[in-house]
């Protein structure tokens, strides 16, 4: 064998053992990272020498120098943020995409990427239930999508008003109104800024007591300059609870000043493809944009994220571009003419193995798993004593907080006032509950008060891992607290 083979043979190998191994050894392995930053600095952090090494023996080192330093998000009891796992065929997907080193920039770079991207796109607006004429992209996650989506807003807000945005840019031209309600995703923010918005334009609505934007707030902020061009962003599932505004009742007053109207659905427009929660998400076709990920719910790995744009044209005007070097193909779909990126990774294989893995139906049943699994595990731990439930799952997101009563054995709250004593008790018990290795959850402050996010959003958590998982917060809250709030 030629010596080039070889080397890939080997360092493929390697690089396969050490993933089996990582895969099946998740069950015995600490969930939160076990090696501090100095010594990972130490480890990792080596003058970079002059001559290189062997391949197998670079992957052998990082393997190794990693150590303590992974996280265990691929598995099934990790509950911190909104991140999902990934599936098999994915996983494979992902490989041959590395091995096959296509760009996806255009057709001609990669015909097959670029049919697999058109099929992707097609299944998922059938499986979402969004419009099947409407345009997409697939990106790097959902903060792309809405910086895709965005870019066709803008230029569809503004051509309206005779001012052309691609040529003109943004100085001088119109203010773009933004209204959204404050549970918003700080991503949406971002792109709000990137694209030139400015932060100064959104404002804040209120939420009524599930999370949902109250629509007599977006009828009198609207009302204050009807003709103002503009652009409501709508919530599927926020960060904290999954609430879902009402599409139905918001989506035609938007419409009816002239807005547009763009979807965060990051992880809840999912809910679209179950038949048991897709009442959550009524209405929601009549959106102008909707932007969400394949690597939270869909658990493809990281980078893949959707856009989907109503208005085809006005996506295409803010993104195509055409060079003299550039080939393109009359029939196919070139995907530079509406991703922002140039060269790029065939990120549509992992998401359509992803989706042929499941099925329609498997799809279905995972996002109905992780719910059913979100509400276990957050009524159980909830129930436990010195807890509580803030809030009870409606999808998969659910909080939980931790009380330092005086009646409870392990009180630690001391001379502070009750909510500040519960706030610091519900930091130790997360802390505590990371330091056992068997959860890791995530903590955040709701509504003024600290709380234990749980989120599920991995295909591998099963029973028997919820079950383990309650245990576990259970022994963490019956030891003293002397011992449960120390790292
Ligand atoms: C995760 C998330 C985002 C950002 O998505 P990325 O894939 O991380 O770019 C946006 N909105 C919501 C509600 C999210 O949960």
């Not at 957050?378 to 999808?395: D, F, H, K, N, Y």
Request: aromatic residues 8%; hydrophobic residues 45%.
């Amino acid at each position: 064998m030629a010596k080039l083979d070889s080397d890939f043979r080997n360092t493929l190998d390697t690089a396969f053992n050490h993933a089996v191994s990582h895969l099946e050894n998740l069950d015995q392995t600490s969930v939160a990272a076990t090696a501090d930053l100095e010594t990972l600095r130490a480890r990792i952090n080596k003058p970079l020498a002059r001559a290189g090494i062997a391949p197998d023996q670079v992957i052998q080192e990082l393997n190794a120098d990693v150590a303590g330093g992974l996280l265990g998000s691929a598995g099934g009891r990790f509950f911190g943020w909104v991140i999902g796992g990934a599936l098999p065929a994915a996983v494979g997907a992902d490989w041959l995409t590395s091995v096959w080193q296509q760009n996806s920039a255009l057709y001609a770079c990669s015909p097959a990427a670029a049919v697999v991207e058109e099929t992707v796109g097609v299944w998922l607006k059938e499986i979402l239930g969004l419009p099947p004429k409407a345009s997409f992209a697939l990106v790097t996650g959902c903060q792309m999508a809405h910086v895709t989506c965005l870019a066709a807003a803008r230029h569809a807000l503004l051509q309206k008003r005779g001012w052309d945005v691609e040529s003109q840019g943004m100085f001088g031209a119109p203010r773009i109104r933004i209204l959204s309600s404050c549970e918003c995703h700080g991503s949406f923010e971002r792109a709000v800024r990137l694209l030139g918005f400015g932060q100064a334009q959104v404002k804040l609505l209120p939420v009524d007591d599930e999370g949902r934007l109250i629509p007599g707030a977006l009828e009198d902020e609207l009302r204050k300059d009807s003709t103002a061009p503009t652009l409501v962003l709508l919530q599927a599932g926020d960060i904290n609870i999954g609430a879902y505004d009402s599409f139905e009742t918001l989506i035609p007053i938007a419409h009816a000043s002239g807005a547009w109207v763009h979807v965060d659905g990051a992880f809840g427009l999912w809910a679209g493809a179950s038949p048991r929660l897709r009442h959550l998400v009524k209405g929601i076709e009549a959106a102008d944009s909707w932007a969400t990920d394949g690597h939270k719910w869909l658990n493809v790995p990281f980078d893949s994220g959707f856009a989907f744009v109503a208005d085809r044209s006005a996506h295409r005007a803010s993104l195509s571009i055409r060079a003299a070097y550039l080939t393109h193909a009359a029939d196919a779909r070139d995907q530079v003419d509406w991703n922002p990126e140039w060269s790029r990774r065939a990120r549509g294989f992992p998401a359509y193995a992803a989706l042929r893995q499941l099925g329609r139906d498997g799809v279905a049943e995972l996002i109905e798993r992780c719910c059913h699994h979100a509400h276990s595990l957050t009524t159980r731990i909830g129930a436990l004593p010195g807890a509580e439930v803030l809030w009870e799952p409606t999808i998969n997101q659910g909080l939980v907080r931790f009380l330092a009563q005086k009646s409870n054995p392990s009180f630690s709250g001391g001379l502070l006032p009750a909510e500040e004593a519960n706030d610091r008790r519900t930091d130790e018990i997360i802390a505590a509950i990371l330091k056992t290795g068997e959860a890791f959850f995530g903590g955040t402050t709701w509504r003024g008060r600290r709380a234990m996010r749980v989120s599920v959003t991995n295909w591998r958590t099963t029973e028997a891992d919820v079950d383990r998982v309650v245990k576990a917060v259970a022994s963490v809250l019956s030891v003293p607290p002397a011992l449960a709030g120390r790292s």
